[in-house]
T-cell receptor, first 112, second 113 residues
C-alpha cells in the first residue's frame, strides 16, 4: 500500500512553463518534506513543511502543505533545464520517528 | 561542513554472499536512517539508529541488519544476498532522534549477480 501518491509520475515540459506536482494521502502526517534527486546521487532536501496550510517559497519553487496535513504540492514557475530531476515527497507520521514514507516520485524533464 | 558519506559507492556481489555498507553522518548528527531505493518500489525505509540503538525497523527480512557506533557512524549488513537485493542503498542523518529533516548521502549502488 502506497501511503503517499505522487502525480504526475512523468512530466516533460519546455523551458519557461509552469508546473505543479501533487502528493496525496488519506493519512495525516506530522511533517512533509520535498527532495530532488539527480541520477546516481542521493536525494537533496528542498523544504520541510510542518503546519497545515503552510506555504514556503524557495526562489521559483512554492511548496504548500494541505490544511488537514494529508497532502502537499510543489509548484515551479518558469521552469529551467536545471530543474530537471526526480522530485520526491516524503512524510513522517509522527515527530518521534526518523522513518520517512516516500512517494514514488515525479520525473521532470525541462527542455531548452 | 562535510555531508553524509557512504562507502563504497559501487559494489558487485554474487548471490549467497554477504555485504557490509558504511555510512558516516554529518558531524554532530546523532541519528542515522537507511533506505533501499529500487525502480519498482521507490525508497523504502530499512531502519533507524540513535545512540547505538535501533529505534525503528522497516518491513525487511532478518537478512538485513545494521548497527551504530559510539561516534554515530553506522553500518548495514545484508547476508545471503539475493538478486532482488540489487538497489541503491541510501543513508540519511539527522541532528536528533526523530529528526524528520534528513540529509542523504550519495548512496551505495549494490549489484547482485
Amino acid at each position: 500500500t502506497q501511503l503517499l501518491e505522487q502525480s504526475p509520475q512523468f512530466l516533460s515540459i519546455q523551458e519557461g512553463e509552469n508546473l505543479t506536482v501533487y502528493c496525496n494521502s488519506s493519512s495525516v502526517f506530522s511533517s512533509l518534506q520535498w527532495y530532488r534527486q539527480e541520477p546516481g546521487e542521493g536525494p537533496v532536501l528542498l523544504v520541510t513543511v510542518v503546519t497545515g496550510g503552510e506555504v514556503k517559497k524557495l526562489k521559483r519553487l512554492t511548496f504548500q502543505f494541505g490544511d488537514a496535513r494529508k497532502d502537499s504540492s510543489l509548484h515551479i514557475t518558469a521552469a529551467q533545464p536545471g530543474d530537471t530531476g526526480l522530485y520526491l515527497c516524503a512524510g513522517a507520521r509522527s515527530s518521534n520517528t526518523g522513518k520517512l514514507i516516500f512517494g514514488q516520485g515525479t520525473t521532470l524533464q525541462v527542455k531548452p | 561542513k562535510a555531508g553524509v558519506t557512504q562507502t563504497p559507492r559501487y559494489l558487485i556481489k554474487t548471490r549467497g554472499q554477504q555485504v557490509t555498507l558504511s555510512c558516516s553522518p554529518i558531524s554532530g548528527h546523532r541519528s542515522v536512517s537507511w533506505y533501499q531505493q529500487t525502480p519498482g518500489q521507490g525508497l523504502q525505509f530499512l531502519f533507524e539508529y540513535f545512540s547505538e540503538t535501533q529505534r525503528n525497523k522497516g518491513n525487511f527480512p532478518g537478512r538485513f541488519s545494521g548497527r551504530q557506533f559510539s561516534n554515530s557512524r553506522s553500518e548495514m549488513n545484508v547476508s545471503t544476498l539475493e538478486l532482488g537485493d540489487s538497489a541503491l542503498y541510501l543513508c540519511a542523518s539527522s541532528l536528533l532522534y526523530g529528526g524528520n529533516e534528513q540529509y542523504f548521502g550519495p548512496g551505495t549502488r549494490l549489484t547482485v549477480t
